[in-house]
């Protein structure tokens, strides 16, 4: 039976229980009140109870089960043994994982606990060398981790804490079979938390069968977006974009911007754009460095750099105030990671607004940010009939004159007649014979081998 959580919604993260190292962490990386969701998980899993967690991206719940998991492995004191892991955690995507990692290093720092990351894409042997002493906790995502397994590179009978997040795309994505065997090869007597967003037949199914008498929490999903935030659509074609923003952002009200892109190259792409159009940008994703990261966000926070240009995962948890505007460069794939995004303006009864600037393969995603919201955008410009702005030169190596003087190919000029006229193309030449439409090379006379018959 799956118990209802009745937590306090009023506690502080004091009043949760949580480890005091890890309390002075938490003021120290800014945060200062619990969310909904980790009132509801935090009290139950450092009980020892497994949670079953229905919660959306950007609630919070990364904290939910990192701050208990890492009470819990402050608390028992165990020594790490070669090739093993105290918690596991799987992640569906290799960038969720790294934002996962980074928060329990975060939450945990100064308190000499040890993590690993493993996924795809990356040198095996570098994590294969990072777990053979052993680490308090790991983030992985699945087919890399039962790659390792099989191999005997790391050992998940030591596993007594096991957190399964956004199990839903697990499914999705194909490695909920992966996810059924590295779940059964952990500690008899584990504990387990599974996050979703939504909660399909296979989901439950897995509930049951990993989950003992699991208390459920649930925060309700974004289902409209902010009252106080002003949304606009900027029609566009792709081609047109990198023009049209730098127009809104010549105007002076837009003092403090967030520009949201898909994906990290595109994050990089605008960021150039906006530096060689005048404007101080800087670029967070799961690509930078923690020291880059942090860098950039100071600069924005201080007002140094008017524009942060961020990927959906490297922004969860950023919490900066005076947001002024939005900008959607491109629409997410998924609609309530929309309602996230505007969500960084607007806040504490200011005013926000949100521009989105939608190109014609982009109609289908604005559709459904619509009939989430219930509401039509406001469309404050169309440039689709417009002729696409000339392409711009690209940046030059080394100086500006690099570029321009670089020596160009010859374009290439069919060969004509005396008479003025096209000369037909030659044939296909025979084999073994002799090619007449290019020149021969000159051949030196051999010299007779043999005496000349007398």
């Known amino acids: 039976m799956t118990d209802i959580d009745t937590a306090n919604p009023q506690a502080g993260f004091a009043d949760l229980g949580i480890a005091g190292a890890l309390l002075k962490a938490l003021a120290k990386a800014g945060f200062s009140d619990p969310k909904p969701i980790q009132n509801q998980a935090i009290p139950h899993m450092l009980k020892g109870r497994d949670v ?10 990364t904290a939910a089960f990192a701050l208990p998991v890492l009470s819990a492995i402050m608390s028992l004191g165990a020594r790490r043994q070669p090739k093993t892991a105290h918690a596991l955690v799987l992640a569906p995507t290799r960038e969720l994982a790294v934002q996962i990692e980074e928060a329990f290093r975060l939450f945990s720092r100064g308190a000499h606990i040890t993590t690993a ?16 002493d052993g680490v308090d906790v790991l983030v992985a995502t699945p087919g890399r981790l039962t790659d390792l397994v099989r191999a005997g590179d790391v050992r998940l009978s030591e596993t007594r804490w096991l957190v399964l997040d956004e199990a839903d795309r697990m499914l999705d994505m194909g490695f909920i079979n992966d996810v059924r065997r590295l779940a059964r090869a952990t500690h008899p007597k584990r504990q387990v938390a599974l996050f979703s967003a939504t909660m399909p037949a296979e989901i439950e199914k897995l509930a049951m069968e990993l989950l003992k008498d699991p ?69 967070i994703h799961g690509n930078k460095s923690q020291n880059a990261r942090q860098k950039a966000l100071n600069g924005f926070r201080g ?22 505007h939005v900008v959607n460069y491109d629409l997410p794939d998924e609609a309530e990671t929309y309602v996230h995004r505007i969500g960084r303006t607007g806040r504490n009864g200011a005013d926000g607004i949100a521009i989105t600037l939608c190109a014609p393969d982009e109609r289908a995603k604005l559709r459904a940010v619509e009939r989430l919201a219930r509401t039509r955008l406001e469309i404050m410009a169309d440039h689709t009939g417009e002729p696409d702005p000339a392409p711009q030169p690209r940046p030059a190596r080394g100086t500006a004159e690099a570029e321009t003087d670089r020596p160009r190919a010859k374009a290439f000029k069919p060969a004509r007649s005396h008479d003025g006229k096209h000369k037909p193309r030659p044939a296909a030449k025979e084999a073994g014979a002799p090619d007449k439409t290019r020149p021969q090379r000159r051949r030196r006379p051999q010299r007779a081998r043999f005496a000349k018959a007398a």
């Open 117 to 132: 990351l493993v996924l795809g894409g990356v040198s095996r042997s570098s994590q294969t060398k990072r777990l053979r």
């Open 52 to 61: 079953l967690g229905i919660a959306q991206t950007g609630s919070g719940k």
């Open 215 to 283: 208390v459920s929490v649930s925060v309700a999903p974004q289902a409209t977006t902010v009252a106080e935030i002003r949304q606009h659509v900027v029609l566009a074609r792709t081609k047109q974009k990198r023009v049209v923003l730098t127009g809104l952002l010549s105007e002076p009200a837009m003092k403090s911007v967030i520009v949201f892109s898909r994906t990290k190259h595109g994050a990089d792409k605008v960021t150039r754009q906006l530096e060689q159009d005048g404007i101080s940008a800087a670029v």
């Open 303 to 324: 007002g140094d750099v008017r524009v942060l240009v961020a990927t959906d995962i490297a922004a969860r948890g950023i919490d900066v105030p005076g947001i002024t």
